[in-house]
């Protein structure tokens, strides 16, 4: 069997002393995270499901979200360790990267390879220059901005030091007009009702009402949160950020970045001795200030004032598979407050399908990276070991392949295959995170029981799911 090489062994680095200053500096991978995954499961497929089915299914969001703070905590507990992505993790145990990185490529593929929401985005650029939303006789106008769409995601990311840092500011700008716009219209526009309404909705478990389709329940349950290599590239991002031994790692560098930044293929790791284990437990701090009160809080806020203003304008039963939550609200509030509302209410749905769509593309092209860069040194050869050679080659491949197949359906069809694809990765991740974190971690950090637990009830949950979902395409 095909090893990865050992660890080398090396001292913790100090983390900042914990302070408001510090804190905000110092976090960032949770805002990337907050970013890619707003214009899924809390732009699309929650006030769809919620406008069609009723608010009570929100108790689905509010499980997921909590099951996938977890699932990330407990994927980076294994970064902070070795400054290795968690995917990196899954390969060093049996049968080993051979069988593991073909793997986890083609899964990563399988979920992320349909660009879900660039037309999305591109329809709102549309609208705001004809005063409209498209047509079908704005096919040809349409394919342009969709190209545009796709070709910025790439240009974005051409700047900067780092391709995290890079991704980190665009995504701060995004989730700070995001949340301000859906924040305003919320308090000035949304009767005192419909809050509670929307609010108790999180509270109602177990309510499922009869002949709900399945496959937008799954794509709830995996896209609100994060969903499947979403949650696995967090490890990515903290790597790339270098918190604990990852600072000994390195990072992608951007494709204009004067450094000299080198990316290793091989992570390190400490002795627990009492100094490194007080570095250790000040980096978790950090670490659960990112996730637990930027993203996990960031999740449920942005899933409450999205469907909340959705559920309010939107008439109940609406078929939202069509022409999305975004298209409703900009002409609701431009007809009946005032016009200009319809280019803020545009610009706001384009940059929440905008930032997913440039959080998805990155991921895939992130993961694609990192598994054949620390899994392969044969590919590490053929790009000269420069990790942006191989990123930058897979992004150039995969904005041609999204020109040619965006078409293939509108962006809640394709968020059902990437929602239920999602929820497979997590089912069989969950256990495998379990594995790394029990085998290959020493004692003193490994998780406690109770987290143990909840990896194998987020894979049961995520793994029930799936099946119920295949079964009901089948029957």
């Known amino acids: 069997m095909t090893r990865l090489p050992p660890w080398e062994t090396r001292e913790m680095p100090e983390a900042p002393p914990f302070s408001v200053r510090n804190l905000f500096r110092m976090i960032g991978p949770g805002a990337i995270l907050l970013a890619s995954s707003i214009g899924g499961g809390e732009w699309l ?24 703070l977890l699932f990330n905590l407990e994927a980076i507990r294994y970064t902070l360790y070795t400054g290795e992505p968690i995917v990196t993790g899954f390969m060093r145990v049996r049968p080993g990267p051979r069988f593991w990185a073909p793997a986890y490529a083609l899964l990563c593929i399988v979920q992320l390879g349909l660009p879900a929401v660039a037309a999305g985005s591109a329809a709102t650029v549309f609208a705001t220059f004809a005063g409209r939303m498209p047509g079908p006789d704005d096919t040809g106008e349409l394919a342009w901005a969709t190209y545009a769409v796709i070709v910025l995601a790439l240009v974005l990311l051409l700047f900067g030091e780092t391709i995290e840092r890079t991704l980190e500011r665009v995504s701060w700008i ?26 108790t909705g999180f509270f109602s478990v177990g309510s499922l009402p009869d002949g709900v389709d399945l496959a937008l ?7 609100s949160g994060s969903g499947g290599f979403g949650n696995l590239a967090i490890t990515n991002w903290f790597r790339d950020k270098g918190f604990g031994m990852s600072a000994h790692s390195g990072a992608i ?8 930044i080198r990316l290793s293929a091989t992570g390190s790791v400490f002795r627990t001795s009492g100094e490194n ?5 000040r980096w978790w701090k950090y670490v659960a200030a990112d996730q637990v009160w930027l993203w996990a809080v960031g999740c449920f806020v942005g899933m409450f004032l999205n469907v909340n203003l959705a559920a309010s304008v939107i008439p109940h039963g609406t078929d939202l598979s069509q022409l999305g939550a975004g298209a409703y609200q900009a002409d609701y509030l431009g007809r009946n407050l ?4 319809w280019y803020l209410a545009l610009l706001n749905g384009f940059w929440i399908l905008f930032s997913t769509h440039l959080g998805n593309t990155e991921i895939l092209v992130r993961m694609l990276t990192d598994i054949g860069w620390t899994g392969s040194p044969a590919i590490r050869g053929l790009v000269r070991n420069h990790a942006r050679t191989l990123y930058y080659s897979l992004f150039l491949a995969y904005t041609v392949w999204s020109g040619v197949v965006v078409r293939w359906g509108t962006a809640m069809e394709m968020m059902k295959w990437l929602g239920n694809a999602a929820g497979f990765v997590l089912a069989v991740s969950s256990i495998h995170i379990l594995v790394v974190n029990t085998r290959l971690l020493p004692r003193e950090l490994r998780p406690p029981l109770w987290r143990r637990v909840a990896l194998v009830i987020c894979s049961a949950a995520y793994g029930a799911l799936f099946v119920s979902v295949i079964a009901s395409l089948l029957s």
């Open 45 to 68: 497929v929650g006030p769809a499901i919620s406008v069609q089915y009723g608010r009570n299914l929100l108790w689905i969001a509010a499980v997921a979200i909590l099951l996938q």
């Open 174 to 199: 995004m989730v700070a007009f995001i949340f301000g716009f859906l924040a305003f219209v919320n308090v000035f526009f949304v009767p005192a009702r419909d809050w509670m309404s929307t609010l």
């Open 217 to 223: 329940v799954g794509a709830l349950a995996a896209s």
């Open 253 to 260: 560098a951007s494709a204009t970045s004067s450094r000299e």
């Open 277 to 281: 284990l007080r570095r250790w437990h």
């Open 338 to 341: 005032w016009h200009g509302f």
